[in-house]
């Protein structure tokens, strides 16, 4: 079955700086890939998400990146802001078939002012 | 107010004892799943269903069990098998019938504390 691998565990930066988090997939089918930014004591949510059939999407600040060859996928969060900080988590899944989504363990993103 | 429900949120329960966990959603989703979340191992899916009368386990299915009866409804329950039940569970849904966008949206969580 699929398995995400996500990097770093905890990112610490300073606001205004840039942060980056990585995470690999182990399914070649594989072809949705969606982010969720979860704040304390908060469910889930959706922040961004992309599709295999494009390498790159952002929006506003966010942006996040695929690899299919090398089965990796990021997020590039720019101008952090205090507001940022929250637990981020990775996903894969194969839209259209099963639908599971498989979610990477989380980076814990602390934006220091 | 459209969206998923997750009731108690926070529940007792002694060990020995089988509990259930409510999820509801009015979203008119397809699929529901249930999540567990650890510190440090993030959202491990226990089961899930794409459509009413089915549902498959996941990773980490061993001590619980579901039904889904209803395509609103999706309750799990936390057997005295799982031998370590204490933990943040979340369910969530998806429409995946509908074009293509499968985000999730997730409940609010029930904390489960065994004593």
């Known amino acids: 079955g699929e398995n995400v691998e996500q990097h770093p565990s905890t990112l610490s930066v300073q606001e205004g700086d840039s942060a980056v988090i990585k995470c690999t997939y182990s399914d070649s089918a594989s072809n949705y890939f969606p982010w969720y930014k979860q704040e304390l004591g908060k469910r889930p949510q959706l922040i961004i998400d992309i599709r295999s059939n494009v390498g790159e999407k952002k929006d506003q600040r966010i942006a996040v990146t695929l690899n299919k060859t090398a089965k990796h996928f990021s997020l590039h969060i720019t101008e952090t802001q205090p507001e940022d900080s929250a637990v981020y988590f990775c996903a894969a899944s194969i839209e259209g078939a099963t639908n599971k989504l498989i979610f990477g363990t989380g980076t814990l993103l602390a934006v220091q002012p | 107010d459209g969206g998923i429900t997750q009731s108690p949120k926070y529940l007792f329960r002694k060990e020995g004892q089988n509990v259930t966990l409510s999820c509801e959603q009015n979203?008119?989703?397809?699929?529901m799943y249930w999540y567990r979340q650890d510190p440090g191992q993030g959202l491990r899916l226990i089961y899930y269903s794409q459509i009413v009368n089915d549902f498959q386990k996941g990773d980490i299915a061993e001590g619980y069990s579901v039904s889904r009866e209803k395509k609103e409804s999706f309750p799990l329950t936390v057997t005295s098998a799982q031998k370590n039940p204490t933990a943040f569970y979340l369910c969530?849904?998806?429409?995946?019938?509908?074009?293509?966008?499968?985000?999730?949206?997730f409940g609010q969580g029930t904390r489960l504390t065994v004593v």
């Open positions: 979203l008119n989703h397809d699929a």
């Open positions: 969530a849904s998806t429409h995946p019938s509908v074009g293509t966008n499968t985000e999730a949206f």
